[in-house]
C-alpha cells in the first residue's frame, strides 16, 4: 500500500489597504492594462449625448465609463457642432482634428476658421481660453474629435467654466422648464 503525504498550504495574508498598498496595486493594474489593455474603442460602444457644451461622444473619458483601455489618463471625445457649441473656459492644452464640415471658433475674442482636415491647438494660457464653435453650414452639422491629456490639466490646475450652454441644451431645458 502507497503512502501519501499532505502538505497544507496556507493563503497568502491580504495585502494591507494602506495607501502605499493601493498605490502598489493601481501601478500593477496601469502596467497590466498598457500590456493587455484593448486598442480598439468602437463607436457603437459609446453614446452621444447632449451635453451643456454641444452634442458630444466620448470615446475615452480618464478612465469613467471605459476603462479596459491603455492611455486612461486621455480625453478623447467627438463634437457635433449643429449651429453653435455652448463657450466655456479652460486653461487650453486640447488639440481637437476636425473630420468634416467647416465652421468656425471664436478664440478670446478671435475668429479662427477651420474646415475639414484641420487641426486646431488650444493654447496653455494662465488664465484660461474662453471659446465657442459655430458651424456654417445649416445642411449639415460640423463634426470634429478633441485629444485632452489629464496630466496636463492636472499639472496647470485646469478649471471648466461654463459661460453659455449650447442653444440645444438652452432649448431642452426650457422644454423641461428648467
Not at 453614446?47 to 454641444?54: F, H, N, P
Not at 475615452?60 to 491603455?70: E, M, Q, S, V, W
Amino acid at each position: 500500500m502507497a503512502e501519501s503525504e499532505r502538505t497544507r498550504v496556507r493563503e497568502r495574508e491580504p495585502a494591507a489597504r494602506n495607501p502605499y498598498e493601493l498605490g502598489m496595486q493601481r501601478d500593477s493594474a496601469y502596467a497590466d492594462r498598457q500590456r493587455t489593455g484593448r486598442i480598439v474603442v468602437r463607436l457603437e460602444e459609446t453614446k452621444q449625448e447632449l451635453m451643456r457644451q454641444g452634442h458630444l461622444r466620448f470615446y475615452l473619458d480618464a478612465g469613467r465609463t471605459i476603462t479596459d483601455t491603455p492611455l486612461q489618463n486621455w480625453a478623447v471625445f467627438t463634437h457635433e457642432v449643429r449651429s453653435v457649441s455652448g463657450r466655456h473656459r479652460h486653461q487650453g492644452g486640447l488639440i481637437i482634428y476636425v473630420i468634416d464640415g467647416k465652421g468656425y471658433s471664436v478664440v478670446d475674442g478671435e475668429r479662427v476658421d477651420w474646415e475639414k482636415g484641420d487641426l486646431l491647438l488650444l493654447p496653455l494660457k494662465p488664465n484660461g481660453v474662453e471659446h465657442q464653435h459655430f458651424n456654417v453650414n445649416p445642411e449639415k452639422p460640423a463634426l470634429w474629435m478633441a485629444f485632452i491629456h489629464q496630466g496636463v490639466r492636472e499639472h496647470v490646475a485646469s478649471e471648466m467654466t461654463q459661460s453659455e450652454p449650447s442653444s440645444e441644451w438652452k432649448a431642452r431645458e426650457e422644454r423641461a422648464g428648467r
